[in-house]
C-alpha cells in the first residue's frame, strides 16, 4: 500500500505516468518537462500562461526548474521495482486473484507465473519472453508468425518467412545479437547523454555560485547607488536653486539701481532747495558764508556710472537670460556627469607608473614606480633630457591622448606638493618647468594649509580644505577638462579646468617634502 501511494505521489498529472525529467513551476507542482512543454506551446497564442493543476497564472512563459531532488527519488523507486510489478502483466491461468506473470509464451498466446511456468511445454516451439499484454506485436504483420531475426538492410523484425520472402538475400542477426548491437549503441549515446548531464549540471552549479555572488555584490552595489543617487538629487536641487537666483537676481539688481538712484535724487532735492534759499537771500555776507560752492557745485560726481548702469539695465531686456542661465545650467550638469563617471571609475583601477627617466636627482622612485618620495641625498639618477633638473617633480611613462582617464594619489604622507597634467614638452629647467607655472600644466597644490589650483602662473585659492588623504584627478580628454577631487564620502569636486589639448598628457607630481603614493586609477578608450 506504501508503494502505490508513493507511486501516486510520483506521477505526473498530464500523462498520469511517473515522472520523466521533473522540472517544477514556481507556483510548487511538477510535471514532465515534456508534457509541460506540450501545455505551454498549446497557451501561448492564448495571451497567458498557467499551471494545468492549480491554474496560477503566468504573465510570461513560465520558468521550468530542474527538480534534481524528485528525478532522484523516481530513480530511487523504479530502481526498488520487480520487473514482473512494473510490467502489469498477470498469469492467464490463475484466475482466482491476480498473480504477476513471470513469462509469456508467443506459440500460446499465455502469461504464465512461477507456478504455471514449471509446468509449460518447454519445446522449442514455445518461445517464451518477457511478459507481455500485447502479443500481436511479437509477431510478424504479414504472416502471423513469431519474429526471429532482424534485418540490418531494412531495420525491422522479420519472421522466418520473411527472411525467404521479401528480405531474401538481406544481411541478418538474430534477435539476441541485435538487441546487444543494439544496446552497445544505446550505452554509447547514454554515456555522452550522462557526461551532457554533468557539464550541465556543473554550469548549473557554476552560476548558482556566480548568481550568489552576484546577490551578494549586489547589496553593496543598492546602496553605493543610493548614495551617488540621493547625492546627484541634492546637486540638482542645488543647481536649480542657483539658477532660479540668477533669475531673481535680475529684478533685484534693478531694484537696488531704483533705490541707490532714489537716495541721489533725494540728495540733488536737498542741493535745489538749499540753493534757491542762497538764491532768495538779500545778504550778500550771509549768501557768500552759508554757501559751499564745491559741494552744492559739484552735480557730475558718478553721473557717468550711472548712466552706463542705467542703459544697461534698460537694453537687459526683461525676459530670461537664456545664455547665461544655459551656461550655468550646462556647466552644473556637466561636472555633475563628471562626478558620476568618477564615482564608476573609482570601482576599478589600472597602474600608472612614474617614469623614473623624468625623476628630478632629489627624488626617490621606489621599486613598483608608484610611490615618489623627497630625498635630501642625491640619487645620482643617469643624466636624461628627460630629467627635472630645477624642482623635484617626476611625470607618469604613460600619456594620454584620447578618451577620459582616471587616477589617484594618496597626498597624506606630505604637506606640501602639487599634482596634476603636464604635455611633455614642459620645461624641464628653470621656473618655467614647475607645474602650473606655464601654459603646458595643470596642477592641485598644497603649502601647508593653503590649497590651489594652479595654470599659467594663475592661482585661483581654494576656499575649503581637503577632507581625505587621497585625491582623484580625471582627464577628458576630447571635452577638454582637468578635474580634481576630494575622494571623501561623498565625492567632492575641487576644481576643473577647460580649454582645448594640443598634445598627449601625463601624469605629474611635484614633492617638496614627505612623499606621494599613486593609488591607481582607470582608463577608457
Known amino acids: 500500500m506504501a508503494s502505490a501511494n508513493l507511486k501516486a505521489e510520483l506521477e505526473c498529472s498530464v500523462c498520469l505516468n511517473i515522472y520523466t525529467d521533473p522540472v517544477m513551476l514556481r507556483c510548487g507542482h511538477n510535471f514532465c518537462r515534456v508534457c509541460i512543454d506540450r501545455v505551454v506551446d498549446t497557451q501561448g497564442g492564448s495571451g497567458g500562461y498557467s499551471c494545468p493543476e492549480c491554474r496560477e497564472k503566468f504573465p510570461d512563459g513560465p520558468a521550468l526548474h530542474r527538480n534534481i531532488t524528485l528525478r532522484n527519488i523516481v530513480e530511487n523507486f523504479l530502481s526498488a521495482q520487480p520487473d514482473r510489478e512494473e510490467s502489469g502483466v498477470f498469469c492467464t491461468h490463475c484466475v482466482d486473484y491476480p498473480v504477476p506473470a513471470v513469462r509469456s509464451c508467443l506459440l500460446c498466446e499465455v502469461s504464465l507465473c512461477d507456478k504455471h511456468m514449471r509446468v509449460h511445454n518447454k519445446s522449442p516451439e514455445h518461445i517464451l519472453c518477457d511478459p507481455t499484454l500485447s502479443m500481436e506485436s511479437r509477431k510478424c504483420s504479414v504472416h502471423k508468425k513469431i519474429l526471429e531475426y532482424y534485418c540490418t538492410e ?184 563628471t562626478e558620476v563617471d568618477i564615482y564608476f571609475y573609482i570601482q576599478g583601477a589600472a597602474d600608472i607608473l612614474l617614469d623614473v627617466n623624468t625623476a628630478h636627482n632629489d627624488l626617490h622612485i621606489s621599486d613598483d614606480r608608484k610611490t615618489v618620495s623627497k630625498s635630501y641625498r642625491n640619487q645620482n639618477h643617469p643624466e636624461t633630457p628627460e630629467r627635472f633638473q630645477y624642482c623635484a617633480q617626476v611625470l607618469s611613462s604613460r600619456s594620454s591622448s584620447s578618451g577620459r582617464h582616471y587616477w589617484e594619489v594618496d597626498v597624506g604622507g606630505s604637506e606640501s606638493w602639487r599634482v596634476g597634467m603636464c604635455y611633455p614638452s614642459i620645461e624641464r629647467r628653470g621656473k618655467e618647468s614647475v607645474i602650473g607655472r606655464n601654459k603646458k600644466s595643470w596642477g592641485l597644490d598644497r603649502s601647508g594649509n593653503q590649497y590651489e589650483v594652479i595654470h599659467d602662473s594663475k592661482y585661483i585659492p581654494l576656499h575649503t580644505n581637503l577632507s581625505s588623504n587621497r585625491v582623484g584627478i580625471y582627464l577628458d580628454y576630447e571635452a577638454g577638462r582637468i578635474s580634481f577631487y576630494d575622494l571623501c564620502d561623498p565625492i567632492r569636486h575641487l576644481h576643473t579646468f577647460t580649454t582645448t589639448f594640443t598634445e598627449p598628457l601625463h601624469a605629474g607630481i611635484w614633492v617638496c617634502k614627505g612623499c606621494i603614493k599613486i593609488c591607481g586609477g582607470k582608463r577608457e578608450m
Open 154 to 337: 531494412d531495420d525491422s523484425c522479420v519472421c522466418k518467412f520473411c527472411v525467404i520472402g521479401g528480405h531474401k538475400g538481406h544481411e541478418m542477426e538474430s534477435l539476441d545479437e541485435a538487441s546487444d548491437n543494439k544496446k552497445e549503441t544505446l550505452r554509447n549515446v547514454l554515456q555522452k547523454l550522462l557526461i551532457k548531464r554533468e557539464e550541465m549540471e556543473e554550469r548549473v552549479q557554476s552560476l548558482q555560485e556566480h548568481r550568489r555572488k552576484v546577490e551578494e555584490e549586489a547589496s553593496g552595489d543598492t546602496e553605493r547607488v543610493t548614495v551617488l543617487f540621493r547625492d546627484l538629487r541634492r546637486r540638482l536641487e542645488d543647481l536649480e536653486k542657483r539658477i532660479l537666483r540668477e533669475i531673481s537676481g535680475r529684478a533685484e539688481r534693478i531694484s537696488i539701481s531704483i533705490r541707490d538712484l532714489e537716495i541721489k535724487k533725494e540728495e540733488l532735492s536737498r542741493k535745489i532747495r538749499h540753493i534757491e534759499e542762497l538764491c532768495n537771500m538779500t545778504d550778500p555776507l550771509t549768501v557768500l558764508q552759508k554757501s559751499d560752492t564745491g559741494d552744492l557745485c559739484d552735480t557730475e560726481d558718478g553721473d557717468n556710472e550711472d548712466r552706463e548702469r542705467h542703459e544697461k539695465l534698460l537694453h537687459d531686456g526683461g525676459g530670461l537670460d537664456v545664455d547665461g542661465i544655459s551656461h550655468t545650467l550646462h556647466t552644473g550638469l556637466s561636472d555633475i556627469i
